[in-house]
């Protein structure tokens, strides 16, 4: 079974800290993505990356870095918390080819700031 | 920019009708996904369809692929309190995404026993 992991299901912090999720897959995907859900908004990608070091921007980087450095592992990082970020996370992760392959979902992180 | 749009927002309907949940894309799509998330949980693959015109089905659930490859629907028969979650459609995104999907809005279904 594919399994996507992620580091905290609630996470509490204060605006102004910098704070980071932690995704981990263990099915050797190449593909990476950071998702934000938010009520009546459905399922927003924040970055995705196709491999160790490349990132590519999504819907809403704005406020967001990511971090790629082993291929199992990809970091969302949050430089300066602010209340707006306060939202559901999912990490995702899929094959790589020339077609569109199911995206496995971890668990989410709830994300309060306060 | 591509969208995906899926409606309706909400379904409530009573233990025993049929429910329905559309997509509609502004683009052509290569193929479409659909998933199932549960109250409190992350979302889950269905299906996905590939070829324009395609119907499957999985028990109660029939996924569509309409004939220009822009819309799809998903039809539950005879809804249970199990069929209770939100379903997204999802579709490739743009220029060369290297995989990365357009999530449609989502339609929340529940089901009153």
């Known amino acids: 079974d594919v399994k996507v992991t992620q580091s905290s299901r609630y996470l509490v912090k204060r605006t102004g800290e910098k704070v980071f999720l932690e995704c981990v897959q263990d099915?050797?995907?190449?593909?990476m993505f950071w998702y934000r859900q938010d009520p009546g908004l459905g399922l927003r990608l924040i970055y995705f990356?196709?491999?160790?070091?490349?990132?590519e921007k999504g819907d809403i980087p704005e406020g967001y870095s990511v971090s790629r450095e082993k291929k199992e592992r990809f970091s969302l990082i949050l430089e300066s918390a602010s209340t707006n970020q306060t939202s559901m996370y999912l990490c995702?992760?899929?094959?790589f080819g020339t077609g569109t392959y199911e995206q496995y979902f971890g668990p989410g992180t709830r994300l309060t700031v306060t | 920019g591509q969208q995906v749009m899926q409606i309706p927002q909400y379904q409530h309907v009573q233990e025993g009708e049929d429910f329905t949940t559309y997509c509609n894309s502004s683009?052509?799509?290569?193929?479409i996904q659909w998933y199932k998330q549960r109250p409190g949980g992350h979302p889950v693959f269905l299906i996905q369809?590939?070829?324009?015109?395609e119907v499957k089905k999985q028990k109660r659930l029939t996924f569509q692929f309409g004939e220009a490859k822009k819309n799809s629907s998903l039809h539950i028969t005879a809804t249970q309190t199990t069929d209770v979650g939100t379903y997204f459609c999802?579709?490739?995104?743009?220029?060369?995404?290297?995989?990365?999907?357009?999530f449609g809005k989502g339609t929340k279904l529940s089901v009153k026993p």
């Open positions: 099915m050797d995907h190449e593909n």
């Open positions: 369809l590939v070829k324009s015109g």
């Open positions: 990356s196709y491999d160790v070091k490349m990132k």
């Open positions: 995702a992760s899929s094959l």
């Open positions: 999802a579709g490739p995104g743009g220029g060369g995404s290297q995989g990365n999907l357009i």
């Open positions: 683009t052509t799509l290569s193929n």
